[in-house]
């Protein structure tokens, strides 16, 4: 089955802890992206990946850090700098080529303990 | 700043009606505009539209974008229960060098009995 896996599904934070959030992906995608969503707000990028050891700061990429050592693999970190991190957390990938589609996976919620 | 306004914002409707989701833009770069429909977790794909006046169809639901006026509709004709959902609009508009979507707040539709 081709798609997209996120894990887990949901996550508690305690204070000054950081914690990972896993995206894998086996469509062979190149690029590769993470968004926040917060109750009836729409996504905003955090950072974004199109292609492996390479990604890019989003609008949001405060208090978080990402890697891409692997082409299917975009696992984000929410530090503790992220002084307001209980959100939607949704991983999406695309064909890098210009104008494709972005598919997401299922999303992790994340809960401040 | 790129922009993307959806509206309504919340829409209730009955059974059987027919809907009009609206999405206005205003990008620098426009290269295409996607709807996505987002039940309770992953956004699932529906349309991506890159040219005027060309209507794209799916069963029951079918879009259209006018770039002259800068904006698209999502209709749904005989509404279902199963329709309800956060209908997301985003936007590809990409500066130099990036891939970004710029999202809509999303219609929350509502389909009661």
């Known amino acids: 089955d081709g798609g997209i896996t996120q894990s887990p599904k949901y996550l508690f934070r305690k204070e000054g802890q950081n914690v990972t959030l896993s995206c894998e992906q086996n469509?062979?995608?190149?690029?590769m992206y993470w968004y926040r969503q917060d109750p009836g707000q729409g996504l905003r990028l955090i950072y974004y990946?199109?292609?492996?050891?390479?990604?890019q700061k989003g609008d949001i990429a405060e208090g978080y850090s990402v890697s891409r050592e692997k082409k299917e693999s975009f696992p984000l970190t929410v530090t503790s700098a992220q002084k307001n991190p209980t959100a939607f957390y949704l991983c999406?990938?695309?064909?890098?080529?210009?104008?494709?589609?972005?598919?997401f996976g299922p999303g992790t919620r994340l809960l401040v303990l | 700043e790129d922009k993307v306004v959806q509206s309504p914002l919340s829409l209730v409707v009955h059974e059987g009606d027919t809907v009009t989701l609206n999405c206005s833009y205003e990008?620098?770069?426009?290269?295409?505009l996607l709807w996505y429909k987002q039940e309770k977790k992953a956004p699932t794909f529906l349309f991506m539209l890159?040219?005027?006046?060309i209507e794209k169809k799916s069963g029951r639901l079918s879009s259209i974008l006018d770039k002259k006026e800068l904006f698209s509709i999502l209709n749904i004709t005989a509404t279902q229960t199963g329709d309800s959902a956060v209908y997301l609009c985003?936007?590809?508009?990409?500066?130099?060098?990036?891939?970004?979507?710029?999202f809509g707040k999303g219609t929350k539709l509502s389909v009661i009995p």
């Open positions: 999406a990938s695309s064909i890098s080529d210009r104008g494709k589609t972005q598919y």
């Open positions: 985003a936007v590809d508009a990409p500066g130099a060098g990036s891939y970004q979507l710029t």
């Open positions: 469509l062979n995608h190149d690029a």
């Open positions: 990946s199109q292609i492996v050891n390479d990604f």
């Open positions: 890159t040219s005027s006046g």
């Open positions: 990008v620098t770069n426009f290269r295409s």
